[in-house]
């Protein structure tokens, strides 16, 4: 049986993937990557794209960004409540469009502790 959490994913996937063609052929999805550490904490990389149906300053879009989020530190092995972010920034895709809105990256240094 798939949990609730598992359809929404898929269905975000499905959302982005119907979009591809309007993304110049190119496919932007999440991205998760260890950047180093800071004493106590492992620091890591987090980037997620907006669009017209999650625009970056939506406050559901940035709940869901978050639930991807959790869902990326839990398949790394790391707590999906124990982290803070950093850092929030935009970052414009060049040449993207989603339906005429410019696409954005919302860029994220996650903390974590370390063990």
Same mark, same amino acid.
């Given at each position: ?46 980037? &997620? *794209? $907006? #669009? ?5 300053? !939506? ?6 960004? /978050? ?11 790391? &707590? *999906? $409540? #124990? ?5 929030? !920034? ?6 993207? /469009? ?18």
């Amino acid at each position: 049986m798939v949990d609730a959490m598992t359809r929404l994913l898929l269905a975000i996937c499905a959302v982005f993937l119907m979009g591809c063609e309007t993304f110049n052929n190119n496919i932007y999805f999440p991205k998760f990557d260890p950047i180093g550490e800071d004493g106590r904490y492992k620091l890591y990389s987090y980037r &997620s *794209p $907006t #669009d017209r149906a999650y625009p970056h300053d !939506s406050k559901s879009a940035e709940q869901l960004r /978050m639930d991807m989020l959790e869902q990326q530190l839990k398949a790394n092995g790391l &707590s *999906p $409540t #124990d982290y803070r972010i950093r850092e929030r !920034s935009l970052q414009h895709i060049r040449n993207a /469009m989603s339906d005429g809105f410019p696409m954005y990256w919302v860029n994220y240094i996650v903390q974590v502790p370390r063990e």
